[in-house]
């Protein structure tokens, strides 16, 4: 039985006692506990397929933290891993596939049949999670958007000026969208066995949509992600699930994602919480301390733009419901776990005043 959650209950707009709060990458290195399990499992991919580890690592910041809501521990890259590319995360550089996707031919050799299979021990961590957390912690399943999840494919790993992505987008419009489909059709597939496995909502990383062009993201990455809400099953025994939608450096198109049916728009550090609320008007929003800020160490400043949020969503909305509090993306592995404690500490006793 799942009890009353002030997770759940400000996304739908419910009375609560305090703004609740969860943080990106809250299971990570940062956490020295972490660190320790992750080199007991001998590699981050290592660690993300095995689910008692996995269990472990997203339980660490419940036990240290006064979270409102957990978040599966994994990586959006292993629904193309499970779609036939050979993935490794190399020290200090972050993920690599051994090839690039770039013909015809790479397209239609990626697998995506047997997606749910070849991933059921991400569905084994979350029944392992829903056996062990509290009954009024909800849990967070996610993928990363087709456009994000692309990116990784083309350039074979992260890039800082994604040249080949942007080639695609430009001279290859109608390949993109022929593997955006597929990619697409996976991740549906991926999130419902997710809902079907027992998590209480789902979030798509749209990680690098604001690289984009105003057009270009509307053809390639809001398009997909709308469909994909749009063929979620979105209530699983008698729960209604909520949908968050979170594009980075996306502010400057509020209006278009407020359009596609999410829950939740989550916000970067970029743009003012009272300037969006003003454009979305009913949608629950989430976000957006600078977690550069969190990373920093300076507890006044933490304090001062943690009080600067809270107080401009509340300013604008009348209340404090219809906020989930989070940083602008995932947190630093050099932020002291102190500081995380004293803001999530701040934010739950600010709000409830």
Not at 97 to 122: A, G, P, R
Not at 128 to 138: E, F
Request: net charge neutral; hydrophobic share 40%; aromatic share 10%.
């Amino acid at each position: 039985m799942f009890n009353k959650s002030t997770f759940l209950d400000s996304i739908w707009h419910k009375n609560i006692g305090h703004t609740p709060i969860w943080l990106m990458r809250q299971a990570g290195r940062y956490l020295p506990e972490y660190r320790e399990v992750r080199n007991k499992a001998g590699s981050f991919l290592k660690l993300c397929k095995n689910p008692d580890l996995a269990t472990e690592v997203t339980m660490q910041p419940l036990h240290r933290f006064d979270l409102d809501a957990a978040i599966l521990f994994s990586d959006i890259l292993v629904v193309p891993e499970a779609m036939g590319m050979k993935l490794d995360f190399i020290e200090n550089e972050g993920p690599k596939f051994d090839t690039q996707i770039s013909t015809t031919k790479d397209i239609d050799n990626l697998n995506i049949e047997e997606i749910n299979h070849k991933l059921e021990y991400v569905f084994q961590t979350i029944k392992n999670l829903k056996a062990t957390l509290p009954s009024n912690i909800p849990l967070i399943g996610f993928s990363g958007s087709p456009f994000t999840l692309l990116c990784y494919m083309l350039e074979g790993g992260a890039s800082k000026n994604y040249l080949t992505v942007k080639h695609w987008l430009y001279t290859k419009p109608e390949l993109t969208h022929k593997l955006l489909t597929k990619i697409t059709i996976a991740v549906v597939d991926y999130l419902n066995g997710q809902i079907k496995s027992g998590v209480n909502a789902i979030m798509l990383f749209d990680s690098w949509g604001g690289i984009l062009t105003d057009d270009l993201y509307t053809k390639f990455s809001l398009n997909y992600m709308n469909d994909i809400i749009s063929r979620l099953q979105l209530e699983y025994n008698g729960h209604v699930i909520p949908s968050i939608i979170f594009t980075k450096g996306g502010g400057i198109w509020l209006d278009k994602i407020d359009t596609i049916g999410a829950d939740v728009i989550g916000l970067d550090w970029t743009i003012n919480i009272k300037d969006a609320r003003k454009i979305i008007r009913s949608t629950a929003l989430q976000g957006n301390l600078d977690p550069v800020l969190l990373a920093s160490g300076n507890i006044n400043a933490i304090k001062n733009e943690a009080k600067r949020i809270l107080d401009n969503y509340r300013q604008i909305n009348n209340s404090i419901s219809g906020h989930i509090f989070n940083l602008g993306h995932g947190i630093l592995p050099m932020t002291n776990p102190d500081h995380v404690k004293f803001l999530i500490d701040f934010v739950h006793e600010y709000s409830s005043n």
